[in-house]
């Protein structure tokens, strides 16, 4: 994944990217969209570390607390 300004990212579920970016969700929108032209759908947002939760493996969560 190529992404102007991702510092990171991480494809832990099958059809799930976490990136770390400081790029607005509608840059990275625009840049997919040029990588992708016909894409199918997808998905853009913000993670608030206060509202997390789930059940994902402690490797998950290790990186997503390094990568906030």
Known sequence: LSV???ANWWHYLGS???IK???SPFDVQ???RKLMPN???FFIAE????TTA???ANEAWDWIK???
């Open 47 to 50: 993670i608030d570390k206060s």
């Open 54 to 56: 789930g059940m994902l």
């Open 39 to 41: 894409s199918t759908l």
């Open 30 to 32: 625009d840049h997919i």
């Open 4 to 6: 102007p300004g991702v």
């Open 66 to 68: 390094k990568n906030q």
């Open 16 to 18: 799930t990217y976490l």
């Open 21 to 23: 970016t400081d790029a």
